[in-house]
């Protein structure tokens, strides 16, 4: 039932957590004191999702422990919030050491410039927070019904005005970042604010957002943050080489429920033109919309593309005008040409270089005869300038003097550093989320199988000389999207062990979903699937024309139009 736009409906379960946490505090202490078990109570692996950690348990290791009479081996991820991606050399040194420390030895560089940890016990989360907080990074808001990290084109020093989108990412970031002291009283023994209830929450209040928040600023032509995946995002407008302003977007998300049609992913609508001064400004009115009329009652339909869909851009317009005076301009033209990133050195205006670093699956390790973790180790020490995460999980080591190249060069070469250039552009556009074995929504494997899966995948299109061919491939363990999926134009979905659904026609520059094509298929029946479609695509296809237009031109799938069309 809907009321002024408003649902009335009984709030969710989570809403009354949240509604009773006194700002996100909960029993987290006391269940961080409790030795008995690795685990946290269910009402604080909630809430501690605000504070940036995520209680996870590892699945490969649940029948053997059973077996033990044992709980399941319970640790945590901690997302680490990194606004556009940008770390200084000593910043990463220190998460190398704290990943080898406390976590998995993995550095993982998530699809949203961020970095997470994963594996972490019970009993060293509290001094690997503090020890990243030391780092002068935080974890607050990097996960949980929040704004979250803020994303922003990935290199910052590529020109001046690519310094300027970076900062109005940062800004938004500030600006919407949750107030409580309940972070620091927590992880950081500060002081406990008595009676704490009184605390104010000025922009989200006791019950925070009804969903997640992501938000997003793209500088065309490249569209490296998949800007219209976003929530809220912001396209940058040149003008005579000035940056002018930005385009707004809004109402962009990835995931669905199987079997539930009431779900869907959805492009963002561009939805007007601010000055650049403004964008902090609609960036609040923005949330404030989704904090006063998403759907608090039901948890898979409560992100800014439903309220969006139910509530109509006009209404959405006229909220913006009501709550902050804000009126949006038309829309100005724009241009995406790719969604990837510029693999090796580049050099800027200002005469730095910058290196971008292919790391497959975002998953920074040391394996044998290929020790990634190690070579960035060793830049870091000797790095001057800074390492930024890209949006496509990989690594640029960002302003190079012309002095210090050689050396950065030839620590690449040692360990053999791949920048992405000699691969497959398949492999060079493929992302794949964690899942398997620690996330516990996952019903396949991604990050550790896409590897293999895009092996075999090369061999075809070498076969039919496509291996040059930039196509987007990417893979997520279930519906929930976090590597993406629906914008890629090969889109797998994990359905169950082994089985995954088969998503074509995608665009590829990130604004057109992809369509299901085929469901539960093995890996064998991928492949079956994929190579008569390349095999036409070598032969048939038009000068220029991407994968993910080919399909649909050629009647493989129908165009995916809007997100409320995506099952049809
Ligand atoms: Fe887990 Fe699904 Fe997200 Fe992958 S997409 S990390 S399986 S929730």
């Not at 991820?77 to 991606?85: A, D, E, F």
Request: some cysteine; hydrophobic content about 35%.
């Amino acid at each position: 039932m809907e009321n002024n736009n408003k649902i009335i409906a009984p709030p969710s379960p989570i809403e009354i957590i949240k509604e009773n946490s006194n700002y996100l505090r909960g029993t987290i202490i006391e269940s961080l004191n409790n030795q008995l078990t690795g685990s946290i109570k269910e009402q604080d692996q909630v809430l501690s999702k605000f504070h940036g950690t995520y209680q996870q348990q590892d699945r490969d290791l649940d029948d053997e422990r059973k077996h033990q009479k044992l709980e399941p081996l319970y640790s945590f991820l901690i997302r680490v919030r990194v606004p556009g991606g940008i770390t200084t050399s000593a910043q990463w040194l220190a998460l190398d050491e704290l990943a080898d420390k406390y976590a998995d030895k993995t550095l993982k560089l998530t699809t949203r410039q961020a970095f997470q940890f994963h594996g972490v016990l019970k009993r060293n989360l509290k001094t690997t927070m503090q020890e990243i907080n030391k780092t002068l990074l935080d974890t607050i808001a990097a996960c949980g019904d929040v704004n979250r990290n803020v994303m922003s084109s990935a290199n910052p020093f590529e020109s001046p005005l690519h310094a300027e989108v970076a900062e109005d990412a940062k800004r938004i970031s500030a600006h919407l970042t949750p107030q409580t002291a309940a972070y620091h009283e927590i992880w950081h023994d500060g002081k406990l604010i008595e009676g704490g209830e009184k605390e104010e929450e000025p922009l989200y209040g006791k019950t925070y957002l009804p969903r997640k928040f992501k938000t997003a600023i793209a500088i065309p032509p490249r569209n490296d943050t998949d800007v219209l995946s976003n929530d809220l995002g912001f396209i940058a407008i040149i003008e005579n080489g000035q940056l002018s302003g930005y385009n707004v977007t809004v109402g962009g998300g990835m995931a669905y429920t199987f079997g539930n049609n009431n779900t869907y992913p959805r492009v963002a609508d561009v939805v007007g033109y601010i000055p650049k001064d403004k964008i902090v400004e609609v960036s609040e009115a923005v949330l404030v919309f989704q904090r006063d009329h998403g759907n608090r009652s039901d948890r898979k339909n409560a992100r800014l593309k439903y309220t969006v869909d139910r509530l109509g851009l006009d209404y959405f317009h006229s909220e913006l005008k009501r709550t902050h005076g804000i009126q949006l301009e038309v829309a100005k033209p724009y241009k995406f040409a790719t969604l990837g990133d510029k693999y090796g050195w580049s050099k800027s205006a200002d005469g730095h270089w910058h290196y971008t670093v292919f790391v497959e699956g975002g998953k920074l390790i040391d394996r044998a005869g290929y020790p990634a973790k190690t070579a960035l180790r060793e830049v870091a020490k000797s790095h001057t300038g800074s390492f930024i995460l890209t949006g496509n999980q990989n690594v640029v080591i960002a302003q190079v003097s012309e002095k210090l190249k050689p050396k950065i060069e030839s620590i690449l070469k040692k360990y053999n550093v791949i920048d992405g250039k000699s691969l497959s552009q398949l492999r060079q556009n493929s992302i794949a989320c964690a899942a398997l074995p620690l996330c516990g929504l996952a019903f396949a494997e991604a990050e550790r199988y896409l590897p293999s899966l895009v092996d075999k995948l090369d061999k075809v299109l070498e076969a039919n000389g496509l291996l040059n061919e930039p196509i987007t491939i990417r893979m997520t363990g279930c519906a929930n999207g976090c590597g993406r999926p629906f914008l890629a134009e090969i889109g797998l979905v994990g359905r169950a062990p082994g089985k995954y659904n088969l998503y074509l026609g995608a665009s590829f520059v990130g604004d057109r979903l992809n369509k299901l094509y085929k469901e539960m298929l093995s890996e064998e029946e991928i492949i079956a699937a994929l190579t008569p479609i390349l095999e036409d695509y070598a032969k048939t296809r038009d000068t220029n024309e991407h994968f993910g237009n080919f399909v649909i031109r050629k009647g493989y799938v129908k165009a995916t139009t809007e997100g409320k069309k995506f099952h049809e």
